[in-house]
């Protein structure tokens, strides 16, 4: 393996900061997406919905939406 020089590894390192930040957003905003669906689908059920008619609208399984509430 070639050595390489300190700007590369500055690089690389940059680079990889940027990529764990990108990630921990992405997480942060996917936990704020399923709170809301679930939100959203708790207040369907409780105006009478159920979950088998949620599931179907979703197309997903009814467990699939089971899932969904319960994370």
Do not use: F, W
């Not at 940027?18 to 957003?25: L, N, Q, T």
């Not at 689908?41 to 899932?67: D, F, N, Y």
Request: aromatic content about 2%.
């Amino acid at each position: 393996m070639a050595p390489t020089s300190g700007a590369t590894h500055e690089e690389a390192y940059r680079r990889i900061k940027e990529a764990r930040a990108g990630a921990i957003e992405h997480t942060r905003l996917a936990r704020e997406c399923a709170a809301e669906r679930r939100d959203l689908m708790r207040e369907l059920m409780a105006e009478g919905v159920s979950q088998a008619e949620i599931a179907r609208e979703l197309g997903v399984t009814r467990q699939a939406v089971q899932k969904m509430l319960a994370c």
